[in-house]
T-cell receptor
Framework: KAGVTQTPRYLIKTRGQQVTLSCSPI?????VSWYQQTPGQGLQFLFE???????NKGNFPGRFSGRQFSNSRSEMNVSTLELGDSALYLC?????????????FGPGTRLTVL | GDSVTQMEGPVTLSEEAFLTINCTYT??????LFWYVQYPGEGLQLLLK?????DKGSNKGFEATYRKETTSFHLEKGSVQVSDSAVYFC????????????FGTGTQLKVEL
């Protein structure tokens, strides 16, 4: 079974631009979560989707948004990029929304903002 | 709010040494506890988990016990290998709080020959 895939793996943008990152969960998984990883702030939760509905959102500005499609694939968008948005963005998928359910992470998208 | 505190790294050990990485937590509800590992250039892999007090999670020689009385979930391994070199993250998820994971800052482990 294929794992969680994220595209693109690397991305370079300039300040003020916008970017869209994609995540394809493991087949059959309906829950997708996004995290931002930086050296200074560590791993921070962005948002979580289940069956095309956003169920939970972290403390990020409105420039960060996401959505989930009917096939469970998810995208996140960052508008008006800032230097501080440079990070590794990780996506995780799981079957359901359940404290005992295992979340599987993708390899991440490395975003560099110049 | 919810938080996870891990010991500062890096931790440098010789091969076959005993490993302990401390993790304590503060939770607003009833948490499940996890250890994830991140190898260079890769995403996170679940190492082990425990969903209720006194549960012991174990995998690949690593183990951790959910201690509610001390709000701890320390990671241990009896004999580390060079291939265990990675960053280890302790995390919690609140029952009924969706799939949101709250992570510690991570502890880098370096194992030398």
């Amino acid at each position: 079974k294929a794992g969680v895939t994220q595209t693109p793996r690397y991305l370079i943008k300039t300040r003020g631009q916008q970017v869209t990152l994609s995540c394809s969960p493991i087949s059959g998984h309906r829950s997708v979560s996004w995290y931002q990883q930086t050296p200074g702030q560590g791993l921070q939760f962005l948002f979580e989707y289940f069956s095309e509905t956003q169920r939970n959102k972290g403390n990020f500005p409105g420039r960060f948004s996401g959505r989930q499609f009917s096939n469970s694939r998810s995208e996140m968008n960052v508008s008006t990029l800032e230097l501080g948005d440079s990070a590794l963005y990780l996506c995780a998928s799981s079957l359901q929304v359940d404290a005992a359910d295992t979340q599987y992470f993708g390899p991440g998208t490395r975003l560099t903002v110049l | 709010g919810d938080s996870v505190t891990q010991m500062e790294g890096p931790v440098t050990l010789s091969e076959e040494a005993f490993l302990t990485i401390n993790c304590t937590y503060t939770a607003t509800g009833y948490p499940s506890l996890f250890w994830y590992v991140q190898y260079p250039g890769e995403g996170l892999q679940l190492l082990l988990k425990a969903t209720k007090a006194d549960d012991k999670g174990s995998n690949k020689g690593f183990e951790a016990t959910y201690r509610k009385e001390t709000t701890s979930f320390h990671l241990e391994k009896g004999s580390v290998q060079v291939s265990d070199s990675a960053v280890y993250f302790c995390a919690l998820r609140i029952t009924g709080g969706g799939n949101k994971l709250t992570f510690g800052t991570g502890t880098q482990l370096k194992v030398e020959l």
